[in-house]
């Protein structure tokens, strides 16, 4: 009988183009469509009958490790640290030793997905899911043979031959291979724009021989930057059912309010997310995400993103708060 496959995700990057936010919190952990980001890619594991994990963990790491275990204290869960960001090939590196030989799938943690992920581990090729985009100056990109066989893949090309971008979804049939072509590159010190690329490992691998096909990406979420994250948030509201009803409170859909979250006297929605321990005041809201343990009165809010335990008071159109900050006027 094969193994089953192992889910390695890389979550160790440092988020900058989201801070404040993530001065104090990890990206992965930021609200998006009623829960966390990573909880988005770590929920898909049943259904795909993978009950192993590795996670790549660096900048508050501990607080990553913290969360996981409390909240998916059934999934085998190994966690390795990338105390130095030298590039995505240099993170699944680190798994080599949890995954071995296993099918290996590489999740990205800080993007969600729309995939039938389910039938590309019955497919029995290892493959990358891929996204036609407008510009893919922008992306990493695959070439293929026409057939769904993978020829070429670059990074950010000047003149690209193909508008497939790399998506940030890759399975492996078997891991052996691919970390040895990891230590390869490593040992040769071969980067590409200063980092180890999972890319260039794969690229050996197609000219060793190995097929790699592609798999179409149906959505591909970004939750990069503020803008991105809200974008998401929109998107994935908008297939939620009706609003909850809210005693005292208008509560317009779609939105995700989590059940202890307290709302008095407010105007909710719609596209609005509000996280656990959040309290709301006096509150019009629209388009929003409001974090865990959060407090708002006496505010008009639209476009905003509030961080955890951050407090808000005064008549504000758009705020962007940290954690444990403090805006009053």
Known sequence: MPASPVAIIPVAGTGTRLRPHTHTQPKVLLQVAGKPILAHILDELPGLGITRAVLVVGYLGERVVAWVRAHYPRLEVQFVDQPEQLGLGHAVSLAAPHAGDAPILVILGDTIFEADLGRVLRGGASAIGVKAVED????????????????????????????????????????????????????????????????????????????????????????????????????????????????????????????????????????????SGARLRNVVIRDSIVNEGARIEDALLEGSVVGAGASVRGAFRRVNVGESSEIQG
């Open 136 to 275: 893919p100056r922008r992306f990493g990109i695959v070439e293929t043979d026409g057939n769904g066989r993978v020829t070429r893949m670059v990074e950010k090309p000047e003149h690209p031959a193909s508008n497939l971008a790399i998506a940030g979804i890759y399975y492996f049939t078997c891991g052996g291979p691919l970390f040895a072509a990891l230590a390869d590159l490593q040992g040769r010190g071969v980067r590409t724009r200063g980092e180890f690329q999972l890319t260039d490992a794969m690229q050996q691998l197609v000219e060793g021989g190995t097929r790699i096909e592609v798999f179409p990406i149906e959505g591909w979420y970004d939750c990069g930057k503020t803008e991105t994250l809200l974008e998401t948030n929109r998107v994935l509201l908008d297939r939620r059912g009706a609003a909850p009803a809210v005693p005292g409170s208008v509560v317009t859909g779609p939105v995700a309010l989590a059940p202890d979250a307290v709302i008095e006297r407010c105007v909710v929605g719609p596209h609005v997310t509000i996280a």
